[in-house]
């Protein structure tokens, strides 16, 4: 079909272009290698307890859901929104789960599982129905949601909390148990990062994320439907929270009304380490994984550093604020020496 | 089958307060390289975008290949085989140059829906090849110049196979050899039995490649000729539609002091060197190509791009400027060339829009005195023959013209010397041009100097005194007035490379 | 006869004079998106004196006010910022931060009350202010992103001073803030009064507000008109950030002591009463005299449902769904025509 426009191909100078921006990304997910391991020399030199077998477990575990969340984010961050009810649809999901589970204590774990994220899914299409179909901003419709379904939880729990000697051990056991040698919480986190993995680069749907997010006039003329796309990553952000919800309330035993209250805010932190641009288009899952393992990291050792508990949340802050910063800054350079390199 | 491919009868489209097309027809045959012409806001744009499925037209019919379509979207464009390369490039910044060649028809698998990433490189790269192209196709779009970009979005054309390619001012952004590879490719596209539609305000362009040319005025349809059976002069007055010196009011002030002087203004990427005079009662005329770096010199002066280098002079004094409030507060006024984005508050009245600049002059301790504001308004607005009923009126409720004459009261708001017009007639009707043309004159004789930017070699011509030619971020030449041809300035803004006869 | 008309007519628009005074019209004034919120207040108090017969006595009324009009000081910022097309996020944690200072700073280092409370109105400056630099420095930032991280910053902070103890024992005096009544009337309602007035005029008559709506509709125009866009960004997030440690006073005044968590979740209450005030969220539009209404209807509303033993987890719920309310039945198709009402009457 093209083969015969112009045949002087052979003649062509071989460009060894790499494209700025990717090697700046590279970069910047080295560097954030970087700085774990060496966050991780530190913390060890300071305490030896750091990188025993049983923490690093601890530490894995606590991060998997963390990441499960940020995988989540991630795609809305990538459309050009936010999600900040993500906390109260976690804890609305496991409410419910565990009074389920609490009264029916035969219910098999995966059906408890299967339910928590049914649960995520309806959220998670209110939320997107607002935001694709109505026309409400994201942050001003999440905003209004987290309260909503925070309400709601409190409703349902009636202001009780559910403990873990009302669950069966069986549910408690999600967090506990172990599929093929793995931890049933990290088994499940690496089954939704292949999931994730093929979604996003090997499906058109995927793809059409990013492409609404790159630029959304051209999605439209492309004829990308950007309502669908739009309820599509909600759904899926919600559907995550509720399965999250479900493995929180396993693995920590106990079901409260005020469950995971701005934990949003360490989700959005973790995508924004790991180099999601706030600005819609680009984002990376081994990036994102990798911010949430610095944001794991740096949680678990803070206590080990013997750094009280409450400087967690303004380093959490800092961290935000630097990072959108750098990445900000970085790419004023890339802008700035490619100006400089077009000759006049 | 019908002898043309694509033919559209009596297009009519109207939007709120101008008429953007007006009966406009137009035939295009299979493998034919058709020139669009026309001046600034001739309808050129808004043709394409009825072809493209953009807009729907208010009246007239589209047929493709005999047969009557209509398009409710572009989409429904894009299947039967149409489409467009824009002069402002419309892609998907953060992903590859594959996904961007293949966006919304991707190589999937059958039954998983996968999609084949392997093929799409190497079918990417194969176009690409055969574009004489050696760009990545796994590169990122953003990183690409704006020429490579064009290249892909012509990949992209073939990709989806289309007959009908639409070419919106490709070669604008480019260097002349990036032009003449562009035009390779055109011609390329041609042999093969694709049929092109050329945007161009470069006769250059069309000489080189057209075999039709179609001529639009003023959302009309003027003509269309084979392209040996028009002369130039003959075009010339087609696009134009009068002599030149017609439209034009007599220059006849006298110039008075030096008012500003720009020496070896620089900003890394934009422009270099930049050294003019201006003198009071003066219109200095700055042309060149778009993308030349004439409105980026404008900003500089304005306070608006900061720049690297040199020094401005300001009646004698050195200034250095880094905010349009302090460019104003110094005596210098921009108009600047998007009025809609840059200018005016559309959803503000008229009276409104007149006085954001110079908030100042109704202020006593920071409150408004609102009464004051009214009769200063109306004034200024009579003064420039607003076309409207009050001041209240909103400014988005008025033509083109109105719209611009509402721009420059807004200027006469402040104690200004020098003032900058960035293409001041650009979307605005001929009758309304000749008023701002009035306009313009009577300020360079009130001892306002003026530069007027434009791309509009005959308004540049009628209007300055002295006119300074810009290519790729530097002053060729600075012609005068007596002695400027079309051709002269032709030649100073493509001055790197011998030309076939123009003008 | 018609001709004649149409003939002065004509003459008229070859003179082109331009009328400078602009018309009444009762059809204008009374399509007004404020006469519906007042209807809505009357509904408000209709029903809350139904529910319980204390409520329209004067004590009634009047412990209502005390209650909720602490978190509406943030109200007149937020109008400007979400005129401005912004948000800030980190209304709440500014007023737990300097709440949390000015409380330390008397107990734990003697400072006199006089002088804490100055800090508190500086910490809560800084806070507005280190927002506005960092919007109008990284203007690749949004609003969002960037009171969002100020938003856990400023929280966190005050968790690093008190981490979590209570910090009270302020002098009798100082309960006069949140409790102490001037002529019958409630300090609180007084103040708020006079700042209502003050913003009121800042923002409908002032070259300032004037500014402030300029930039809302296109920031470009008025950059290239000579606006200092970013000054008057900076000043409008440090009003806020003073406005919530003007918050942080009566709050604090009002409950006696203080904690880290104190006025969480405040942004939500305070762009839920701008947005009900007919404040666009897509900017350039909407009047102070609305947001202030809607202060009162949400404050009674809450107030109200207190009174019939709603739990404070329910308010959550319909104070979201009235957000969602406000912003969404505008762009509802169904009021088309409404809309086209309301964007006239905005001219």
Redesign the interface.
């Known amino acids: 079909m093209a083969e015969s426009v112009i045949d002087n191909s052979a003649e062509l100078p071989v460009e060894k272009k790499t494209s700025k921006l990717a090697a700046v990304s590279k970069f910047r997910e080295l560097g954030l290698l970087a700085f774990i391991v060496l966050l991780c020399v530190v913390v060890q030199t300071k305490n030896a307890s750091f990188l025993t077998i049983g923490n690093l477990t601890d530490m894995i575990t606590n991060t998997a859901i963390l990441s499960i969340l940020a995988l989540g984010m991630m795609l809305v961050l990538i459309t050009r929104g936010i999600d900040l009810s993500i906390g109260s649809t976690l804890a609305l999901s496991g409410m419910i789960v565990a009074q389920t589970v609490s009264v029916y204590s035969g219910l098999n774990p995966i059906l408890a599982i299967l339910m928590g994220t049914a649960i995520g899914v309806a959220c998670g299409v209110v939320i997107g129905f607002l935001v694709a179909k109505i026309g409400i901003l994201p942050i001003i419709a999440t905003l209004a949601m987290m309260n909503i379904f925070r309400g709601l939880n409190y409703t349902v729990s009636d202001g009780q909390w559910i403990s873990s000697y009302q669950m069966p051990t069986s549910f408690v056991s999600i967090a506990t148990s172990k599929i093929i040698g793995i931890n049933t919480l990290v088994f499940i986190a690496i089954i939704i990062y292949i999931a994730a993995f093929y979604f996003i680069n090997h499906t058109r749907t995927g793809r059409q994320i990013y492409a609404v997010g790159s630029n959304p006039e051209s999605a439209k003329v492309s004829g990308i439907n950007q309502t669908k796309i739009l309820l599509i990553v909600y759904s899926i952000m919600g559907g995550l929270s509720g399965l999250s919800g479900v493995l929180w309330v396993s693995k920590f035993a106990s079901a409260q009304g005020d469950t995971a209250s701005g934990y949003e805010l360490t989700v959005i932190a973790a995508c924004i380490l790991g180099g999601v641009s706030i600005a819609g288009g680009s984002g990376k899952i081994s990036g994102v994984i990798l911010g949430a393992f610095l944001l794991g990291i740096l949680n678990n050792a803070l206590p080990l550093m013997n750094v009280s508990p409450f400087w967690q949340m303004a380093i959490q802050g800092s961290i935000i604020l630097i990072a959108v910063i750098i990445n900000t800054l970085v790419k004023r350079g890339v802008d700035r020496n490619n100006l400089l390199r077009r000759k006049i | 089958m019908s002898e043309y491919v694509l033919e559209m009868k009596g297009i009519t489209k109207r939007f709120p307060g101008v008429t953007a097309l007006d009966q406009v027809n137009f035939k295009l045959k299979a493998g034919e390289i058709h020139a669009l012409m026309g001046e600034n806001g001739a309808g050129k744009s808004t043709f394409i975008k009825v072809i493209t499925g953009v807009h729907k037209p208010d009246e007239g019919d589209i047929y493709l290949n005999g047969e009557k379509v209509e398009f409710s979207s572009p989409i429904d464009a894009q299947e039967v085989g149409i489409a467009a390369i824009y002069q402002h490039v419309t892609n998907y910044p953060d992903l590859s140059v594959t996904e961007n060649i293949f966006m919304g028809h991707e190589k999937v698998q059958k039954l998983t829906g996968r999609i084949r990433w392997k093929e799409m490189h190497e079918e990417a790269r194969k176009i690409l090849r055969s574009l004489s192209s050696s760009i990545d196709p796994k590169a990122e779009m953003g990183s690409l110049s704006v020429a490579q970009q064009q290249i892909v979005e012509i990949a992209k054309a073939i990709s989806t196979h289309a007959r009908i390619i639409i070419m919106d001012e490709p070669t604008a952004a480019l260097t002349s050899r990036e032009s003449e590879e562009l035009y390779k490719i055109a011609e390329s596209l041609r042999d093969r039995g694709a049929s092109i539609v050329f945007i161009s305000h470069r006769f250059e362009d069309m000489y080189r490649l057209a075999s039709q040319v179609t001529v639009l005025r003023d959302a009309k349809y003027i003509g269309s000729w084979g392209i040996d059976e028009i002369s130039n002069d003959a075009l010339i007055v087609a696009m134009v539609g009068r002599e030149i010196n017609q439209v034009f009011p007599d220059r006849n002030g006298e110039l008075g002091e030096k008012l500003l002087h720009v020496e070896g203004l620089s900003k890394a990427g934009y422009f270099a060197d930049i050294s003019f005079t201006l003198r009071k009662g003066e219109i200095l005329g700055l042309t060149g190509l778009v993308g030349a770096g004439r409105t980026e010199v404008c900003q500089a002066l304005f306070g608006i791009m900061p720049y690297d280098k040199g020094t401005i002079e300001l009646k004698g004094q050195k200034v250095r400027i880094q905010s349009p409030k302090e460019a104003i507060k110094l005596g210098i006024g921009y108009l600047p060339e998007d009025r809609q984005l840059q200018g005016l508050v559309l959803q503000w009245s008229i009276g409104r829009n007149i006085t954001l600049s110079a908030l100042k002059k109704f202020d006593a301790k920071g409150w408004l005195n609102e009464k004051k504001e009214h009769a200063f308004t109306k004034n200024l607005a009579e003064k420039m023959h607003v076309k409207a009923n009050s001041i209240f009126d909103l400014v988005s409720s008025l033509s083109g013209g109105n719209q611009q004459k509402v721009a420059v009261a807004k200027l006469l708001t402040a104690q200004l010397d020098v003032i900058i017009l960035d293409e001041p007639t650009k979307g605005v009707d001929v009758g309304a041009k000749t008023a701002i043309y009035e306009i313009i004159n009577d300020l360079a004789a009130q001892g306002y100097g003026i530069i007027l930017v434009s791309s509009e070699m005959l308004e540049v011509i009628g209007m300055s005194d002295r006119i300074a030619v810009m290519r790729a971020g530097r002053i060729t030449k600075i012609l005068d007035r007596e002695t400027v041809t079309q051709e002269k300035i032709l030649e100073a803004s493509m001055a790197d490379k011998p030309k076939k006869n123009v003008g | 006869m018609t001709m004649t008309q149409k003939a002065i007519g004509q003459n008229e628009?070859v003179q082109?004079?331009?009328?400078?005074?602009?018309e009444f019209s009762w059809k204008k004034f009374f399509l007004q998106w404020e006469w519906l919120l007042i209807l809505v207040f009357f509904l408000v108090l209709v029903i809350n004196t139904n529910l319980s017969p204390f409520f329209l006595n004067g004590a009634g009324l009047r412990d209502a006010t005390m209650i909720f009009l602490d978190k509406a000081f943030v109200v007149f910022p937020m109008v400007m910022i979400m005129i401005l097309r912004d948000?800030d996020?980190s209304v709440g944690s500014t007023v737990a931060l300097s709440s949390v200072i000015m409380a330390t700073l008397y107990n734990d280092f003697s400072l006199p009350m006089g002088a804490a409370l100055g800090a508190c109105l500086l910490v809560g400056a800084l806070c507005g202010l280190v927002n506005g630099l960092?919007i109008v420095k990284?203007k690749?930032?949004?609003a969002?992103?960037?009171t969002?991280?100020?938003?856990?910053?400023?929280?966190?902070?005050a968790?690093?001073i008190l981490?979590?103890q209570a910090s009270g024992n302020f002098p009798a005096w100082f309960s006069f803030f949140g409790w102490g009544n001037v002529g019958g009337m409630p300090f609180i309602l007084i103040v708020f009064s006079v700042l209502a007035v003050v913003f009121t005029l800042l923002l409908h008559?002032?070259?300032?507000g004037?500014?402030i709506f300029?930039m809302g509709?296109?920031t470009?125009?008025?950059?290239?008109?000579?606006?200092?866009i970013d000054k008057v960004k900076i000043i409008v997030f440090t009003l806020a950030g003073v406005m919530a440690a003007i918050t942080a006073i009566f709050l604090t005044s009002r409950m006696g002591s203080t904690r880290p968590n104190v006025a969480t979740?405040y942004?939500?209450d305070v762009?839920?009463m701008v947005?009900l005030g007919g404040i666009s969220?897509a900017g350039?539009k909407g009047r102070m005299i609305g947001a202030i209404i809607a202060v009162f209807i949400l404050g009674y509303l809450q107030y109200g449902l207190g009174l019939i033993n709603i739990?404070s987890?329910?308010?959550?719920?319909?104070?979201?769904?009235l957000?969602?309310a406000a912003?969404?039945i505008p762009?509802?198709n169904v009021s088309q025509k409404f809309k086209r009402f309301r964007r006239k009457q905005l001219?």
Not at chain 3, 148 to 157: D, F, N, Q, S
Not at chain 3, 220 to 228: E, I, K, Y
Not at chain 3, 313 to 321: D, E, H, K, W
């Open positions: 628009y082109r004079t331009l009328k400078d005074k602009q948000i996020i960092l990284f690749e930032l949004s969002v992103i960037v969002l991280g100020t938003m856990i910053l400023y929280r966190g902070i968790y690093i981490e979590d008559k002032t070259t300032f004037r500014q300029a509709n296109n470009t125009a008025s950059r290239f008109s000579g606006v200092q979740m942004e939500l762009i839920a947005a969220t350039g739990p987890q329910t308010m959550l719920v319909i104070t979201g769904l957000l969602l912003v969404g762009k509802l001219e």
